[in-house]
């Protein structure tokens, strides 16, 4: 059987942290930046962890 592929927007989106949890960025920051708070696009800034009920999926697509 040959070798499982890494989905390729998947491995631009994530990356695994060393305690082995799946680090993501926040949506809504590409445009219309105009029309947000500046409170806001502050909070937008920080990345975040991928939910306990994506995880698996998202293993997947990185074949992790």
């Given at each position: 059987?040959?070798?499982?592929?890494?989905h390729s927007s998947a491995k631009k989106r994530?990356?695994?942290?060393?305690?082995?949890?799946?680090k993501r960025f926040q949506a809504?920051?590409?445009h219309m930046m105009r029309n947000k708070s500046k409170k806001t696009k502050l909070r937008l800034r920080d990345s975040s962890l991928v939910s306990t009920a994506d995880e698996k999926r998202v293993r997947a697509l990185?074949?992790?």
């Amino acid at each position: 059987m040959p070798k499982m592929k890494t989905h390729s927007s998947a491995k631009k989106r994530f990356k695994i942290t060393g305690s082995g949890k799946i680090k993501r960025f926040q949506a809504k920051t590409s445009h219309m930046m105009r029309n947000k708070s500046k409170k806001t696009k502050l909070r937008l800034r920080d990345s975040s962890l991928v939910s306990t009920a994506d995880e698996k999926r998202v293993r997947a697509l990185l074949c992790k």
